[in-house]
């Protein structure tokens, strides 16, 4: 029986189709391209997700009151094994970012040395002294 997939790598979208023969390798088909056998496999044997959340402000900016900014966005710096999504969304939530931070500003270095960052999609707190 085939499994089906939708390739995601670019606006092609082929629709992709599946067999794992016995011996443990995948035969696709449906792809335009190479890139769908990369994404087919992976998706299939090791999958990734881009992760997006938000992190808490520490500190002044992070009070209340007209401007203040109580979570600042962040993401992964790359694709994240999805099975541990879990375990880096906890590590992103548990931190208490101290402002003022830039935009691509790295939150959290190579999560467990999986080579993934953690970084600030927005620059926040400007106006602020780093030692306040
Ligand atoms: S198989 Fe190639 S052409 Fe088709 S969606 Fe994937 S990357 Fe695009």
Redesign the pocket.
Known sequence: MSEELI????????H?FIDRPSDGSLAVTG??????LT?AAEELLAPKRMVSATAAVAGPGSRGGPGSIARLPVRSSAAFPRHEVPELLAAIYSLRVKLPVARGDVLIRDFKGSGVDVIATRTLGQGLRRDQ
Request: with cysteine; hydrophobic share 20%; aromatic share 6%.
């Open positions: 390739c995601i790598t670019c606006p092609m979208g082929c992709l792809n335009r391209c190479p890139r769908g994404y």
